[in-house]
């Protein structure tokens, strides 16, 4: 749980509150390790394993990464968002990959997975059109990465990022129209 | 492309407010003859209204509508809703065929894949096969998808209770008594045994799955729901419902709370929960208002309260079986629900129980095993150890005083005297042993707890309340002596004054030397009491020192006390060491106030003395192998500070560390141990710069710092700890200005910048030893050492200063 600096995650929590990008950057890795650490733990504890969501992934990690500290948990969950939208990806990639060898898939986010995948949506090509997404709207970015692998309500979204529930509403709106077109042409577009 | 982004954002989300038909118009209006932007846009707008799941995260509420009365959910006509909780509904639903009355659970949340169907159906098959008449029969289950009319539930069909009451309300409504209580537990327990029998877990035992009917039959529900819904988990269960776990949480184990694997013991573990509320009124731990962290935290770690402090009927026999059940270690409990029901069924005939209360001991080891990173509470819980002790004497005594009653023949009742004193002589004793090893690890906090007084205090009373039951028995009377030098002891060694405990830990001493000297004024001749009142003028002088950190009067008349005894000769070489012992601290105080210049001969006298005869006890006795250790070091010190004997000071300083090392290996957990090691290497650092300035020193500073460092992240608020670590910070110090002066001309940059780290490094150690010093409990060594500290960062800070000026304003400088 020890960053590189030896200091807390309640710390960093608090610096990246006080608006330090530094540290925003020092605490992802550990809220990834976290995320990836239980979601391997819950793999190995064979269970029905249908109502997971990833928003639990995310309370977990909370929990366990100091959760005492209250007056930070927006700005972990918007982290843990990206977080989770890393070892989602992740997963995505080594099922990929497992699969091209022939293997059976890890069972447990396998399960999330192919819940999307029973509704179509390539995590990999949508982790590259999220990539686009990021590079001209950054809040946008966040509201999807919070509604989509974080599993938030709008109501939450919007509390996360400190907007109404109805802006976070019509944000989430506009990012999947966009995305939807995006992804349909596969990103060869200016806007 | 941000710019332009923005602007499309801003057009549709404007637009997608509007009502539908006014959309396009609205747009074209707004780009103007923006062709290009107009055709984007109102392309987005068309992806936007586009009304499906695409990204949607899997949705997880239960609508309201379709669950009321009349609707239908499967093969299912809803009555009524029965109950709603956070996780779902229950319902009373009438199944079409065969035509009977249900209760239908409803819970949120679909399936996600085709794979969690497959392990659904199958551990819905297993649950159905669960028959007994205690449980409430699962007919059936399934899913209705996401999309379709209830928009993702799970449900499950199950037999009805008619005129279901939960067992709580049951037995409060009907004022059951106690074996009645019992009686229907015990069918309790049948029921989860024959789930175990099969297999299945229930994994959320609490009273209000256990329902009892109209009739005043037990039926407990939801068998394994838990496992197949997933909701047993904490954290599937804080993800959506942090209402649910507050319902839940007091029933889970502590493996469960952890996240550890569970297995059938679990359920005993919540049993006993259930049973301790059946009984007692109230939850074994109490976690209302708290949060759900320390809630799990105290689960995991806290002791159960005792029965019998709720309500003191439940003393004895069903106390025993509770704390059996509630075991934070499930190896320690039943090993299933029936043996829980076997042994309750032995005290309601009056048999013996199985269950036996856990001894002081145990509960020694026990806290011993909690507190090995030693957290804060760790004094409190060793004074509920002693405390536990205390107790164990007082029911010892009352068992033996009704021995007395009972034995009208004389010999019968001496035969039972002379072996309960020897089974009372050793479990005490043993109990007292680990306390107090345990004492030697003592957290002693900067801010040590006021509860910890309180503690202390009500202990001394409850002793005390015990003197007049001893009645003159010698056997007792030593065993509460004993208990209030444990006391004293448990809350005052190495070294650090206690300012806030001074009064309680003199009182206990002095407590403990009346009741020897009148345990003399009744035997004179006793060369054993004379013995042990010799030993306890030694300690409560030693205590003088330790607790007062030297100051005020007193110290004089056991000092006498103690050379008259040792005078007087044959006395054990243990209680003779520790006599000599407090007259080289007598000594080095007077060396110390500089009024005696002789003192220091006449301790470095007394040292060796009783080095003499603790290396005569070190092979057999461990104690004495610690007193050892502690007492070289502290005669190099006394030959340190003389400064003539530098050779004989190392060699001191290396067997003082050898023999640490030694301690540390035989109890590498031992913070204790490892401060006194980290000490050593700063001793032996000191030792050998006096030695020969120029000699390899440093090393032996880094290890200490390396040593303290390493301990301050297990204890961060130790005194000893905190100590250590600025003293060996300052060490470091020293050896860096050795080298800054060795390695670089004076007014050298290099030679600058170094001293600037090492007046660094001299600020934060007189930063710690000042903050320990404000709250009074800085050792005496250590305050003597922090007016050198001061000093020597005085000499450099003039030097630092300059280069700084310099670096700042470098033509002026020469």
Same mark, same amino acid.
Request: aromatic fraction near 4%; glycine fraction near 8%.
């Given at each position: 749980?020890?960053?590189?600096s030896?200091?807390?995650?309640?710390?960093?929590?608090?610096?990246?509150?006080?608006g330090?990008?530094?540290?925003?950057?020092a605490?992802?890795p550990?809220?990834?390790?976290?995320?990836?650490?239980?979601?391997q733990?819950?793999?190995?504890?064979e269970?029905?394993?249908?109502?997971?969501?990833?928003?639990?992934?995310?309370?977990?990690?909370?929990?366990?990464?100091?959760?005492?500290?209250?007056?930070?948990?927006?700005?972990?969950?918007?982290?843990?968002?990206?977080?989770?939208?890393?070892?989602?990806?992740?997963?995505?990639?080594?099922?990929?990959a497992?699969?091209?060898?022939?293997?059976?898939?890890?069972?447990?986010?396998?399960?999330?997975?192919?819940?999307?995948?029973?509704?179509?949506?390539d995590?990999?090509a949508?982790?590259?059109?999220?990539?686009?997404?990021?590079?001209?709207?950054?809040?946008?970015?966040?509201?999807v990465?919070?509604?989509?692998?974080?599993?938030?309500?709008?109501?939450?979204?919007?509390?996360?990022?400190?907007?109404?529930?109805?802006?976070?509403?019509?944000?989430?709106?506009?990012?999947?129209?966009?995305?939807?077109?995006e992804?349909?042409?596969?990103?060869?577009?200016?806007? | 492309?941000?710019?332009?982004?923005?602007?499309?954002?801003?057009?549709?989300?404007?637009?997608?407010q509007m009502?539908?038909?006014?959309?396009?118009?609205?747009?074209?209006?707004?780009?103007? &003859?923006?062709?290009?932007?107009?055709?984007?846009?109102?392309?987005?707008?068309?992806?936007?209204?586009t009304?499906?799941?695409f990204?949607?995260?899997?949705?997880?509420?239960?609508?309201?509508?379709?669950?009321?009365?009349?609707?239908?959910?499967?093969?299912?006509?809803?009555?009524?809703?029965?109950?709603?909780?956070?996780?779902?509904?229950?319902?009373?639903?009438?199944?079409?065929?065969?035509?009977?009355?249900?209760?239908?659970?409803?819970?949120?949340?679909?399936?996600?894949?085709?794979?969690?169907?497959?392990?659904?159906?199958?551990e819905?098959?297993?649950?159905?096969?669960?028959?007994?008449?205690?449980?409430?029969?699962?007919?059936?289950?399934?899913?209705?998808?996401?999309?379709?009319?209830?928009?993702?539930?799970?449900?499950?069909?199950?037999?009805?209770?008619?005129?279901?009451?939960?067992?709580?309300?049951?037995?409060?409504?009907?004022?059951?008594?106690?074996?009645?209580?019992?009686?229907?537990?015990?069918?309790?327990?049948?029921?989860?045994?024959?789930?175990?029998?099969?297999?299945?877990?229930?994994?959320?035992?609490?009273?209000?799955?256990?329902?009892?009917?109209?009739?005043?039959?037990?039926?407990?529900?939801?068998?394994?729901?838990?496992?197949?819904?997933?909701?047993?988990?904490i954290?599937?269960?804080?993800?959506?419902?942090?209402?649910?776990?507050?319902?839940?949480?007091?029933?889970?184990?502590?493996?469960?709370?952890?996240?550890?694997?569970?297995?059938?013991?679990?359920?005993?573990?919540?049993?006993?929960v259930?049973?301790?509320?059946?009984?007692?009124?109230?939850?074994?731990?109490?976690?209302?208002?708290?949060?759900?962290?320390?809630s799990?935290?105290?689960?995991?770690?806290?002791?159960?309260?005792?029965?019998?402090?709720?309500?003191?009927?439940?003393?004895?026999?069903?106390?025993?079986?509770?704390?059996k059940?509630?075991?934070?270690?499930?190896?320690?409990?039943?090993?299933?629900?029936?043996?829980?029901?076997?042994?309750?069924?032995?005290?309601?005939?009056?048999?013996?129980?199985?269950?036996?209360?856990?001894?002081?001991l145990?509960?020694?080891?026990?806290?011993?095993?909690?507190?090995?990173?030693?957290?804060?509470?760790?004094?409190?819980?060793?004074?509920?150890?002693?405390?536990?002790?205390?107790?164990?004497?007082?029911?010892?005594?009352?068992?033996?005083?009704?021995?007395?009653?009972?034995?009208?023949?004389?010999?019968?009742?001496?035969?039972?005297?002379?072996?309960?004193?020897?089974?009372?002589?050793?479990?005490f004793?043993?109990?007292?042993d680990?306390?107090?090893?345990?004492?030697?690890?003592?957290?002693?906090?900067?801010?040590?707890?006021?509860?910890?007084?309180?503690m202390?205090?009500?202990?001394?009373?409850?002793?005390?309340?015990?003197?007049?039951?001893? &009645?003159?028995?010698r056997?007792?009377?030593?065993?509460?002596?004993?208990?209030?030098?444990?006391?004293?002891?448990?809350?005052?060694?190495?070294?650090?004054?206690?300012?806030?405990?001074a009064?309680?830990?003199?009182?206990?001493?002095?407590?403990?030397?009346?009741?020897?000297?009148?345990?003399?004024?009744?035997?004179?001749?006793?060369?054993e009491?004379?013995?042990?009142?010799?030993?306890?003028?030694?300690?409560?002088?030693?205590?003088?020192?330790?607790?007062?950190?030297?100051?005020?009067?007193?110290?004089?008349?056991?000092?006498?006390?103690?050379?008259?005894?040792?005078?007087?000769?044959?006395?054990?070489a243990?209680?003779?060491?520790?006599?000599?012992?407090?007259?080289?601290?007598?000594?080095?105080?007077?060396?110390?106030?500089q009024?005696?210049?002789?003192?220091?001969?006449?301790?470095?006298?007394?040292?060796?003395?009783?080095?003499?005869?603790?290396?005569?006890?070190?092979?057999?006795d461990?104690?004495?192998?610690?007193d050892?250790?502690?007492?070289?070091?502290?005669?190099?010190?006394?030959?340190?500070?003389?400064?003539?004997?530098?050779?004989?000071?190392?060699?001191?300083?290396?067997?003082?560390?050898?023999?640490?090392?030694?301690?540390?290996d035989? &109890?590498?957990?031992?913070?204790?141990?490892?401060?006194?090691?980290?000490?050593?290497?700063?001793?032996?650092?000191?030792?050998?710069?006096?030695? &020969?300035?120029?000699?390899a020193?440093?090393?032996?500073?880094?290890?200490?710092?390396?040593?303290?460092?390493?301990?301050?992240?297990?204890?961060?608020?130790?005194?000893?700890?905190?100590?250590?670590?600025?003293?060996?910070?300052?060490?470091?110090?020293?050896?860096?200005?050795?080298?800054a002066?060795?390695?670089?001309?004076?007014?050298?940059?290099?030679r600058?910048?170094?001293?600037?780290?090492?007046?660094?490094?001299?600020?934060?150690?007189?930063?710690?030893?000042?903050?320990?010093?404000?709250?009074?409990?800085?050792?005496?060594?250590?305050?003597?050492?922090?007016?050198?500290?001061?000093?020597?960062?005085?000499?450099?800070?003039?030097?630092?200063?300059?280069?700084?000026?310099?670096?700042?304003?470098?033509?002026n400088?020469?």
């Amino acid at each position: 749980m020890n960053s590189g600096s030896g200091e807390s995650v309640t710390e960093l929590l608090a610096r990246v509150a006080a608006g330090d990008d530094q540290a925003a950057e020092a605490v992802f890795p550990l809220v990834y390790d976290e995320l990836h650490g239980i979601a391997q733990h819950l793999m190995s504890r064979e269970r029905g394993d249908h109502t997971l969501q990833t928003t639990a992934l995310v309370n977990e990690a909370w929990l366990r990464l100091g959760g005492a500290n209250a007056e930070n948990r927006d700005h972990f969950v918007r982290l843990a968002a990206r977080a989770m939208r890393r070892v989602l990806v992740d997963h995505a990639r080594k099922r990929n990959a497992a699969k091209r060898q022939g293997q059976r898939a890890q069972p447990l986010l396998t399960d999330v997975l192919e819940f999307w995948d029973d509704r179509q949506v390539d995590l990999l090509a949508l982790d590259e059109a999220l990539e686009r997404l990021g590079e001209r709207d950054e809040d946008v970015l966040r509201v999807v990465e919070l509604r989509f692998f974080s599993g938030l309500t709008l109501a939450e979204v919007g509390q996360v990022m400190g907007m109404s529930e109805r802006k976070a509403g019509l944000a989430w709106t506009f990012a999947r129209g966009w995305l939807r077109r995006e992804l349909q042409r596969g990103g060869a577009h200016d806007a | 492309m941000r710019e332009r982004f923005a602007q499309l954002r801003s057009l549709v989300e404007d637009a997608l407010q509007m009502p539908v038909d006014e959309r396009a118009a609205w747009i074209e209006e707004a780009c103007g &003859d923006d062709e290009s932007l107009r055709e984007e846009a109102l392309g987005l707008l068309r992806e936007c209204a586009t009304q499906d799941d695409f990204l949607e995260p899997p949705p997880d509420g239960v609508p309201a509508a379709p669950l009321a009365p009349g609707s239908r959910v499967g093969a299912y006509e809803i009555v009524r809703v029965l109950g709603q909780g956070g996780m779902g509904t229950v319902l009373e639903a009438l199944q079409d065929k065969p035509r009977r009355r249900v209760a239908l659970k409803v819970l949120r949340g679909g399936l996600l894949s085709k794979a969690a169907h497959e392990r659904f159906r199958y551990e819905v098959e297993v649950l159905g096969s669960l028959r007994h008449p205690a449980i409430a029969q699962i007919h059936d289950a399934g899913v209705e998808e996401a999309g379709g009319a209830l928009g993702g539930v799970t449900w499950f069909a199950m037999e009805f209770v008619p005129d279901a009451a939960t067992l709580l309300e049951h037995a409060t409504h009907k004022s059951l008594s106690r074996s009645d209580r019992l009686a229907l537990f015990l069918h309790v327990c049948e029921a989860i045994e024959h789930g175990h029998q099969r297999g299945v877990i229930h994994r959320d035992v609490k009273p209000e799955n256990v329902l009892v009917d109209g009739e005043g039959r037990v039926k407990v529900i939801d068998f394994g729901v838990a496992r197949v819904t997933d909701s047993e988990s904490i954290e599937a269960t804080l993800a959506t419902q942090a209402d649910e776990i507050v319902g839940t949480l007091p029933y889970m184990s502590p493996e469960q709370v952890a996240g550890k694997p569970i297995d059938t013991r679990s359920d005993v573990y919540a049993l006993g929960v259930v049973l301790y509320e059946l009984l007692a009124g109230e939850r074994p731990i109490d976690v209302r208002r708290t949060d759900l962290v320390t809630s799990a935290r105290r689960i995991i770690e806290e002791a159960p309260r005792r029965p019998s402090e709720v309500r003191p009927e439940l003393k004895g026999d069903l106390e025993a079986i509770l704390l059996k059940a509630l075991e934070k270690e499930p190896a320690r409990r039943y090993g299933s629900a029936a043996q829980l029901a076997d042994d309750i069924r032995r005290h309601l005939d009056g048999r013996p129980v199985e269950a036996r209360p856990p001894s002081a001991l145990y509960q020694v080891r026990l806290f011993a095993r909690r507190n090995r990173a030693l957290v804060g509470s760790a004094l409190v819980v060793l004074l509920i150890a002693i405390a536990a002790t205390v107790i164990s004497l007082q029911f010892a005594f009352s068992s033996k005083r009704a021995e007395k009653r009972a034995g009208d023949e004389a010999k019968e009742a001496e035969r039972q005297r002379d072996r309960f004193e020897v089974l009372f002589a050793t479990q005490f004793g043993q109990s007292m042993d680990a306390v107090s090893k345990h004492a030697r690890d003592m957290m002693l906090l900067l801010d040590g707890p006021p509860v910890a007084k309180r503690m202390i205090a009500d202990t001394i009373e409850r002793l005390q309340s015990l003197e007049a039951d001893a &009645d003159g028995d010698r056997a007792f009377t030593r065993g509460l002596v004993d208990a209030y030098v444990a006391l004293a002891d448990a809350v005052s060694s190495h070294g650090n004054p206690e300012p806030n405990v001074a009064d309680e830990v003199l009182g206990a001493m002095d407590r403990a030397l009346t009741l020897v000297q009148a345990m003399r004024a009744a035997d004179p001749g006793s060369e054993e009491l004379r013995h042990l009142e010799t030993d306890l003028v030694a300690r409560r002088g030693l205590k003088t020192i330790v607790v007062g950190g030297g100051k005020g009067g007193g110290l004089r008349v056991w000092v006498e006390r103690a050379k008259k005894a040792l005078d007087a000769g044959e006395l054990p070489a243990g209680i003779a060491a520790r006599a000599n012992l407090l007259l080289a601290k007598d000594a080095v105080l007077q060396a110390r106030s500089q009024l005696a210049p002789k003192a220091r001969d006449a301790a470095d006298r007394y040292f060796t003395e009783q080095i003499r005869l603790l290396e005569g006890l070190a092979p057999t006795d461990a104690d004495a192998r610690i007193d050892l250790a502690v007492a070289y070091g502290e005669r190099g010190l006394t030959r340190h500070h003389k400064i003539i004997r530098p050779k004989a000071t190392e060699a001191d300083m290396r067997r003082h560390r050898n023999l640490v090392l030694a301690l540390v290996d035989e &109890d590498p957990d031992s913070v204790y141990f490892r401060c006194l090691l980290g000490r050593s290497f700063c001793y032996l650092g000191h030792a050998l710069m006096n030695l &020969d300035p120029g000699t390899a020193f440093a090393p032996s500073f880094e290890r200490a710092l390396e040593i303290f460092s390493s301990l301050r992240e297990e204890a961060p608020r130790h005194l000893l700890v905190l100590q250590g670590y600025a003293f060996a910070l300052q060490g470091v110090g020293q050896a860096e200005t050795a080298t800054a002066i060795r390695d670089h001309k004076k007014g050298s940059p290099e030679r600058v910048q170094l001293l600037e780290t090492v007046l660094g490094r001299w600020r934060r150690a007189q930063q710690i030893f000042e903050s320990i010093d404000a709250v009074g409990r800085l050792s005496l060594e250590m305050k003597q050492n922090l007016t050198k500290l001061r000093a020597m960062g005085a000499s450099i800070e003039p030097i630092v200063r300059r280069g700084a000026t310099k670096r700042e304003n470098p033509k002026n400088g020469k």
